[in-house]
């Protein structure tokens, strides 16, 4: 089924159009459609890394589709190489040749040829390397350079060459976690002061939601569901999406006419209804509302606190296991053993069939 692009990304600077490419069994794109609008970032999560990285691939004309159309701010570019495409890629890992200097390594490679095109280049680099705080370290030696650090500097140079489209390969994949988040909050911030139309090819999920305007989710080589990060998480299309995006809770239910009937409760079934009968309903942890209760039919398990949330782990019987996030500052007392009720909240819930595989 062909997926339709998502209406926001008008002007296009990328449009992908049928691309079909098999460059090995774990990395294939099967027709696949998407479009990038001006200056949007757009995240392809994909559980495997692989078929989000065929997309980057073959839009910096490094992979030639078997089938299908690749444009470029408005030109066929399906056809032409790598170096006569405007792209600027970012690895997952940032290598320079030793002994080059942080300005030298800052330069793009291979894609400035005339003596302005030189001087605009480096002109260019050194306001970057002042927007990513390396200005100041311009003569130190590049490989010297810590891994975040290295990474800025792969971004430098990507840009300096002023590309339509920038591509970015889990460039965050390999950092710790404390500079991950700061590096993610830079580069977000970069990209918007920048404007520059950018594809950021992810298994994180985490990272897709809080740098991408839109998120476009892969599933073996296709496109799942393609929508800004509040609609992949809250509305996903499908039991896919929804255990992709974040932790999700998988509850025996039974489906009725446009309703299913869990925990005790009926709620509305979110978007079209599989066919009455046995049936799971997927529902997120912070969607469960836990209450002390010694008639309760759950017991704690565990409580992990995370500051303004805690999660708790929650037995129920049938050997059902679900998770629950809860104020921290209201749930001090479900410590692990308390006997406590679990209510979904009153929204729609995300059904299918039982039968059927819930990923």
Known sequence: MRVVVDPRAHDPVVRLAGVTCRPGPTDALEDLDLAVGRGELVALLDPTGSSARTVLRVIAGLVRPDAGQVVLSGRDVT?????????????????????????????????????????EARQRAGELLELVGLFGRAGARAHRLGAADRQRLALVRALAGDPDVLLLDEPLSRLDGREQLRSREELRRLQVRLGVTTVLATSDAPEALAAADRVAVLRAGRLEQVGTPDEVYTRPATSFVAGCVATMNRLPAVLGDGDVEFLGVRREVLGAAPRPGPATALVRPEALEVAADPRGDGRVLTRTFSGVTSRLAIGLPGGVEVRADVPSATSQDLLPGTAVTVTPAEQPVLVVLREEPAD
Not at 79 to 100: I, Q
């Open 79 to 119: 056809e032409l190489p790598a170096r006569e495409r405007a792209v600027g890629l970012v690895p997952p890992v940032a290598t320079v040749r030793p002994g080059r200097t942080v300005a030298g390594a800052a330069l793009p490679n291979g894609t400035v040829r005339r003596r302005a095109d030189r001087v």
